[in-house]
C-alpha cells in the first residue's frame, strides 16, 4: 500500500520561498505519476504541480513561473520549489500519487500547511 509523508511547509512572509518534500513508499515509484494538491482555507481544492514517471509537469495557473516540481527516482521523493509566496498560496499541501495519473482516486499523503502571512 503506498504511504506518502510530506515535510516543509511553515509560516512564510510574502515574498520568500518554501520547499516542500514527499517520501513515498509502499511501491515502486518510478512508475507513478506523482504530484501536489492544495486545499485553501475556503475548501478549495486545487491542482498545484504533476510530474509523470518519465519527467514531464504540469502546473496549475496560479502558481506556473512560480513553483518547481522535481522527483528523485533513486530516492522515491518528489519536491516543491515554492518561490515568490503570496497570501493566495495559504493552504494544506497534499502529496500526490497514482499508476495512471487518476490522482483524485489515487494516495493522498496526510497534508502540511503552508501559511503565507506578513
Known amino acids: 500500500q503506498v504511504q506518502l509523508v510530506e515535510s516543509g511547509g511553515g509560516l512564510v512572509q510574502p515574498g520568500g520561498s518554501l520547499r516542500l518534500s514527499c517520501t513515498f513508499s509502499g511501491g515502486i515509484f518510478s512508475i507513478y505519476y506523482v504530484g501536489w494538491y492544495r486545499q485553501t482555507p475556503e475548501n478549495q481544492r486545487e491542482l498545484v504541480a504533476t510530474?509523470?514517471?518519465?519527467?514531464?509537469?504540469n502546473y496549475g495557473k496560479s502558481v506556473k513561473g512560480r513553483f518547481t516540481i522535481s522527483r528523485d527516482n533513486y530516492g522515491s521523493t518528489v519536491d516543491l520549489q515554492m518561490n515568490s509566496l503570496n497570501s493566495e498560496d495559504t493552504a494544506v499541501y497534499y502529496c500526490v500519487a497514482d499508476r495512471m495519473g487518476d490522482f483524485l482516486r489515487g494516495s493522498w499523503g496526510q497534508g502540511t500547511q503552508v501559511t503565507v502571512s506578513s
Open positions: 510530474i509523470t514517471p518519465d519527467g514531464r509537469t
